[in-house]
């Protein structure tokens, strides 16, 4: 960066600030969950030489120390946050290896920079970027050791939740109340194997704030310390719609409630209801509905959504709960290229050979309003 230029920068941002289920039930939903996230799964001499390296450095590390200043500070635009991410010490990894709604966000200015760090020994980890558009938190978890980190921090986490007793665990809090809700991760990837990109909050049952007071605890057994990180959280987001339909359609025995959708440029959420008749719990429920749609004698039921355009949205993580005579689910895909007049939802069942069972009977179209 011309050191002009970012002199120019500093003075214009100057005075302004930055701103109970059955565990059967919840295992077969989330590992269904994970295997489809999962396959979705890029010369002068002398002197002189001499004097004019040790000016480029002066020049290189009083633009550093300036850029690292407006960042603890809170003194970064949406404009100015992006030129940052363009060099190399400032890439997001969002950009870099998130999918096609985390580059939306990085590349709109809706993420937040956090900068957190916590050492326990010889393993330091931090937080470096975050997203939350209200249906999902994701954020940029990178590993730091002295001998460099290899192998990547996904292949490193997941060797120790294969070797070790104690796996490897991820606890989350809102306003200070543990969050009951799943997880999941995704590797950083050739551009940034130090990182993962962690997803939460997205339960179909977890009411979120759009601020609030969050903190994320690591747990790493071999190193018998957690790794605490708090920092206050706003849903930042574009263009933005949400839909409460209320629709719904029975077929052999899957009475199937469509209860919201939320449509915007990072993220589309559909949330889901499977209801038991009166009186009927989800043992009952299970059973009264056919063989031929359940896996390991479990229903979990998928979409696929489609804009008015033909185009399906991509999956790319989501979760099942179940309660009295209610399954509950909510999936998260990659947004539309712009926003849909309406939205098909297309319900299936993912076979054990891969293939995908859709049940037309139980399909809805869902205008955007």
Aim: aromatic share 8%.
């Amino acid at each position: 960066m011309n050191p002009k230029h970012l002199d120019q920068e500093l003075d214009d941002l100057r005075g302004d600030k930055a701103e109970e289920v059955p565990e059967l039930v919840r295992s077969r939903m989330n590992s269904v969950y994970q295997e489809l996230k999962g396959s979705g799964e890029k010369v002068t001499p002398g002197r002189r030489r001499r004097s004019w390296w040790q000016r480029l450095i002066i020049t290189a590390a009083c633009a550093a120390v300036a850029v690292m200043l407006m960042i603890g500070l809170g003194f970064i635009s949406p404009a100015m946050a992006e030129t940052l991410k363009q060099l190399p010490f400032m890439k997001s990894v969002f950009q870099l290896a998130g999918d096609s709604g985390l580059k939306q966000a990085s590349i709109t200015g809706v993420t937040s920079d956090v900068q957190q760090s916590v050492t326990h020994g010889d393993l330091t980890l931090s937080i470096s970027e975050l997203m939350y558009d209200g249906s999902r938190l994701s954020l940029v978890l990178t590993k730091k050791e002295p001998d460099g980190g290899n192998p990547s921090f996904y292949e490193w986490w997941n060797a120790r939740d294969m070797q070790l007793g104690p796996a490897n665990n991820i606890d989350f809090y809102i306003n200070g109340e543990l969050a009951n809700t799943a997880w999941g991760m995704a590797p950083g990837g050739e551009a940034a194997p130090e990182s993962l990109i962690v997803t939460a909050l997205e339960s179909p049952d977890l009411h979120v704030p759009e601020a609030f007071n969050f903190k994320m605890v690591v747990f790493i057994p071999d190193v018998g310390q957690s790794f605490t990180f708090e920092l206050p959280v706003k849903k930042k987001t574009l263009e933005s719609v949400v839909l409460t339909p209320e629709a719904a359609k029975t077929f052999d025995h899957i009475n199937l409630h469509i209860k919201r959708i939320e449509i915007s440029q990072t993220t589309i959420r559909l949330i889901t209801e499977i209801k038991g008749a009166p009186g009927q719990d989800i043992k009952a429920l299970q059973e009264a509905i056919p063989d031929k749609y359940k896996t390991h004698g479990i229903l979990t039921l998928l979409f696929d959504l489609l804009n008015d355009q033909g185009q399906t949205a991509t999956m790319i993580g989501g979760n099942g709960n179940g309660q009295g005579n209610t399954l509950s689910g909510s999936s998260s895909y990659e947004p539309f290229a712009a926003m849909p007049k309406s939205v098909v939802i297309k319900p299936y069942i993912s076979t054990q050979d891969g293939e995908k069972l859709y049940i037309s009977e139980l399909e809805m179209t869902v205008p955007v309003q």
